[in-house]
């Protein structure tokens, strides 16, 4: 079966300091995989995806990148946090080829930026 | 361009009560529709989808949607709620013409039930 893991579920950072979230997913081969951004009331905000290894799509201008260099890794980055960067953080794979197949999500990445 | 609205922001019931919440979409092709749930401290996960045929799905744990095309609606229902039915829904729809893999999420709906 498929699973799909985040790390680190937690972190607190300083502003500026860099930042990298890393996303992987077992038992699949080229997936979907997309980066969001969940902040309260505001539901989840895409922030990038990728349909294989280094093919990015960037939905919206952040200061943040993300990478797969291989193709069940997806990583979340970012050179100088701001503060505006905090929020609940979440990976999701699909299957590809079919707009019809849903999202699996992971745990999470709680990031708080002080 | 897609996009969802989801009306009910907040809502509070008691057990044994009935649940719709509303979801509306704008997109102007074939649409695939989803509601996905999120309970606490859980993962979110699907709750039900439609993508063709019966316009009435049914989803886990009692729910189901309707998808109105007419109306750009897919509202969510359940007869009945439980207290375990807590949680955080999302309507989230595709558009299904031009290799489009991307789903738009409505902001959510905060369902708390009391026993």
């Known amino acids: 079966s498929q699973t799909i893991h985040q790390w680190p579920a937690t972190l607190v950072q300083p502003v500026g300091s860099p930042l990298s979230l890393e996303c992987t997913v077992e038992?699949?081969?080229?997936?979907?995989l997309y980066w969001y951004r969940q902040a309260a009331g505001r539901g989840l905000q895409l922030l990038f995806y990728?349909?294989?290894?280094?093919?990015i799509s960037s939905e919206v201008p952040q200061n943040l990148s993300a990478s797969r260099p291989q193709d069940r890794q997806f990583i979340l980055s970012s050179k100088k946090l701001l503060l505006s960067d905090s929020g609940f953080y979440l990976c999701?794979?699909?299957?590809?080829?079919?707009?019809?197949?849903?999202?699996?999500f992971g745990p999470g990445t709680r990031l708080t930026v002080l | 361009a897609q996009s969802v609205s989801q009306h009910n922001h907040h809502v509070i019931l008691s057990e044994a009560a009935s649940l719709e919440l509303g979801c509306n979409y704008s997109?102007?092709?074939?649409?695939?529709l989803f509601w996905y749930v999120q309970y606490p401290g859980q993962h979110l996960q699907l709750l039900l989808k439609?993508?063709?045929?019966?316009?009435l799905v049914k989803g886990i744990k009692g729910f189901e949607a309707e998808f109105i095309k007419s109306k750009f609606s897919f509202n969510l229902r359940k007869p009945s709620v439980q207290w375990s039915d807590t949680a955080e829904y999302f309507c989230?729809?595709?558009?299904?013409?031009?290799?489009?893999?991307?789903?738009?999420f409505g902001r959510g709906t905060s369902l708390i039930v009391h026993p």
């Open positions: 999701a794979w699909s299957v590809p080829g079919t707009s019809s197949n849903e999202q699996f």
């Open positions: 038992g699949t081969s080229n997936p979907n």
């Open positions: 990728s349909i294989g290894i280094d093919q």
């Open positions: 997109y102007g092709g074939t649409v695939n």
């Open positions: 439609y993508f063709s045929g019966d316009p």
């Open positions: 989230a729809v595709n558009g299904a013409s031009g290799g489009s893999y991307i789903p738009t």
